[in-house]
């Protein structure tokens, strides 16, 4: 979807505003205000593509409620008696001023005001349509490159799991805020430039910027954790049945019972989410903890806990057997499965 919308708005919607904006930059003045009036009148065609340029008179000026920024709308009446309206930026008391009974030069192009000239200089109207790309290419800029930063991040794990051993809580927070940043850069992009070019070579250089905060971040992290990968947790013996997220991993009829771990004095039991006898299952004497570690990519289940959990791997009989839980909980776990004197 992300994709789809990016480029609709990148692809038809900005190229459509630009090539307006860009007619209307280039727009030449009609021939005649009186042959232009004819033509538009007649259906022709000339007052769509000149810049028709009248005197008028302003009637009045009312406040625009309900927008962000101030704005106002500023009625007209032409020497014929015709009546125009524009909204400006703005307030009326605002340089240049627009007062009641004062004579001004309005600018039409395509049947609309596109700016005023007051007594004390040039304002340009809410229908100028030299900057209307900039809102649909915000739009355009921050959505793909926030859906393009999904596909960042799904790559980066595909990649990054066939090389690395071990799962870190960065393998997906630094691309993920890679993306976000881009996005953040697309969409300041276009209003930080004078044109569309200028916008997209913005983003090329902040997302060569990226990728290579990114390699450097993930270099530097990944040498920081070489070596053994043993965390050494001192065992602590449970005084009172204590309840957690938890879930145990192997060919073993206990695992994968449940959702949650019950750690009490020489007794571990996995549980269906409460701690209710009637839904526990005991961890029988013959588990053996081996060491604690961080989680890896292969390993045989994932879990929410990734970024805050340990891993404690053990045997049974001969048979591998991963305990998985938070880092809070995992001296528990050791304390719980020390063997009681």
């Not at 997209?200 to 450097?216: F, I, M, S």
């Not at 879990?303 to 991963?322: I, K, M």
Request: hydrophobic residues 40%.
């Amino acid at each position: 979807m992300c994709a789809l919308a990016a480029a609709w708005l990148l692809l038809i919607s900005t190229p459509a505003a630009i090539a307006e904006g860009h007619a209307f930059r280039t727009a030449s003045r009609c021939a005649s205000n009186d042959s232009a009036s004819d033509d538009s009148a007649s259906g022709g065609s000339a007052s769509d593509d000149c810049l028709r340029t009248v005197g008028a008179r302003i009637d009045r000026t009312e406040d625009v409620r309900g927008r962000k920024t101030p704005s106002y709308r500023l009625y007209v009446v032409e020497a014929d008696g015709t009546e125009g309206r524009a909204t400006l930026g703005g307030s009326p008391s605002e340089r240049p001023a627009a007062t009641s009974g004062a004579d001004v030069q309005v600018t039409y192009w395509r049947g609309q005001i596109r700016y005023v000239d007051l007594a004390a200089g040039r304002k340009y109207s809410h229908a100028d349509p030299r900057d209307d790309y900039k809102p649909v290419a915000t739009a355009g800029l921050a959505i793909g490159l926030y859906g393009t930063g999904f596909l960042w991040c799904w790559l980066w794990m595909a990649l990054h799991s066939r090389v690395a051993k071990r799962a870190h809580p960065w393998d997906i927070g630094l691309p993920f805020l890679a993306a976000v940043c881009l996005a953040l850069v697309g969409a300041f992009a276009p209003w930080a430039t004078d044109d569309m070019g200028a916008a997209l070579l913005l983003v090329g250089e902040a997302t060569a910027v990226a990728v290579a905060v990114c390699a450097v971040t993930a270099v530097l992290l990944r040498r920081r954790r070489r070596g053994d990968d043993s965390i050494d947790v001192p065992p602590v013996v449970p005084t009172e049945e204590q309840h957690f997220p938890g879930r145990i991993v192997g060919g073993v009829p206990y695992a994968e019972h449940g959702t949650h771990l019950l750690a009490a004095p020489g007794l571990l039991a996995t549980t269906m989410g409460h701690p209710g006898v009637a839904h526990r299952r005991a961890v029988p004497r013959t588990l053996t903890p081996l060491r604690v570690r961080h989680p890896y990519w292969s390993d045989p289940s994932p879990t929410d806990l990734r970024g805050q959990a340990w891993v404690l791997e053990c045997e049974d009989e001969g048979v591998p057997v991963l305990i998985v839980v938070h880092r809070q909980h995992m001296p528990w776990v050791l304390g719980a499965l020390t063997p009681r004197p």
